[in-house]
């Protein structure tokens, strides 16, 4: 892996560089701020995620990637490339290489497009890998022998569950349940229970300070304000984390019905495996409390969180750019082929 090379992670909240010196991360919001009236872009990233649902009328800040598909193509050019150029600099004579995972629910007409924009920003090749085979590898997973292992890429938008085996996705099943239907969920439950309407940005506070997958064992509480949709005025109001986990109940229970969907279509002998090496969780929604548990409660199965589970992918992505053996293997498989 030379300087310049980087594994990307693409996702619908954030994106994630992993570059090798230093095993540097960057972690940019997934956020464009557009000046409506011009059509000219404000901020990009961290600058722009503030912005989010505050910005007045004419500006305007967008996640142009949502539930996992690409909702803005342009903003996502200019977000792509204002991420790939400051990772990597303008660097005229190195044939910088990259390797990229995005959403499963990008096409291949738009995955060739990424793959262009990767060009224009500089780098020469670029290769796709399937976001459940850059988790695996990102958490240090083998798969490539006869032998079932299994992911949960737990994100914003989606998730991707799958079962890997001789060096591919054996099983797999992407879902739209991530941290933003968690939000909803939270958003949802504070509507009807106490008639206040929250922005996704305390939703999301909420699930990240107190929210729980599992029955919370302590009085937590958090204040947070919000619209009373009786009166039209403000209000502020303390909610439990009791009341955050009944929240969370439906997207967990429809999250843990998936996996179980996905092992019920295993096969016996990878299944086995399964049962006794156990499930790993990555992705950024994966690090709220009691996921893990839900899982080996509903399923009877072993379940772990990865390490920094919102930086795996990218550190798959890198992973593969350094280990020769891995991509060729990777390469081998038709799926995977240096794009350019
Ligand atoms: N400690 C935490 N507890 C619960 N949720 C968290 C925590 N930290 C981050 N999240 C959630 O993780 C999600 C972001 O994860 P991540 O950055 O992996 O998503 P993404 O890769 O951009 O999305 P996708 O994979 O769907 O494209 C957000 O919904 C965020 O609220
Ligand atoms: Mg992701």
Redesign the pocket.
């Known amino acids: 892996m030379a300087s310049t090379d980087i594994g990307v992670?693409l996702?619908?909240?954030?994106v994630?560089v992993y570059k090798r010196e230093g095993g540097i991360h960057m972690r940019v919001p997934?956020v464009v701020a557009v000046d409506r009236d011009t059509n000219r872009v404000i901020a990009v990233g961290a600058e722009a995620y503030p912005l989010l649902g505050k910005t007045p009328g004419n500006i305007q800040a967008i996640r142009p990637?949502q539930q996992?598909a690409i909702l803005d193509y342009d903003l996502v050019k200019t977000l792509l490339t204002d991420v790939v150029t400051r990772a990597v600099g303008k660097h005229f004579f190195a044939r910088p290489r990259a390797v990229i995972s995005v959403?499963s629910g990008v096409n291949e007409v738009e995955k060739r497009s990424i793959i262009n924009m990767m060009f224009d920003a500089g780098m020469r090749r670029t290769q796709m890998l399937d976001?459940p085979i850059a988790a695996a590898l990102g958490v240090g997973m083998r798969f490539d022998e006869a032998y079932g292992s299994m992911i949960v890429?737990?994100?914003?938008?989606?998730?991707d569950i799958a079962v890997l085996s001789m060096n591919e996705v054996s099983v797999g099943a992407s879902i739209p349940i991530?941290?933003?239907a968690?939000?909803d969920a939270i958003i949802r439950y504070l509507r009807k229970k106490h008639n206040l309407l929250i922005g996704p940005r305390t939703a999301?506070e909420l699930?990240?300070t107190i929210?729980s997958a599992v029955k919370p064992l302590t009085g937590e509480s958090m204040e947070v304000s919000g619209r009373n949709l009786l009166s039209g005025l403000p209000k502020t109001q303390r909610i439990t984390a009791m009341e955050v986990f009944e929240a969370l109940r439906d997207p967990v229970d429809d999250l843990v019905e998936a996996i179980q969907a996905v092992l019920e279509r295993t096969p016996p002998q990878l299944a086995a495996d399964i049962f006794e090496e156990g499930i790993v969780l990555t992705?950024?929604?994966a690090?709220?409390?009691g996921l893990a548990d839900a899982v080996v409660t509903k399923l009877g199965v072993p379940c772990a969180v990865a390490e920094d589970?919102?930086a795996c992918?990218a550190m798959g992505c890198g992973r593969a750019l350094e280990d020769t053996p891995i991509m060729r293997a990777l390469l081998a498989n038709s799926k995977h082929r240096w794009n350019r």
């Open positions: 992670d996702g619908t909240s954030n994630v997934a990637l996992g959403p976001r890429d737990l994100g914003a938008g989606a998730s991530g941290g933003d968690f939000d999301e699930k990240i929210g992705g950024g929604a690090a709220m409390t589970p919102q992918v």
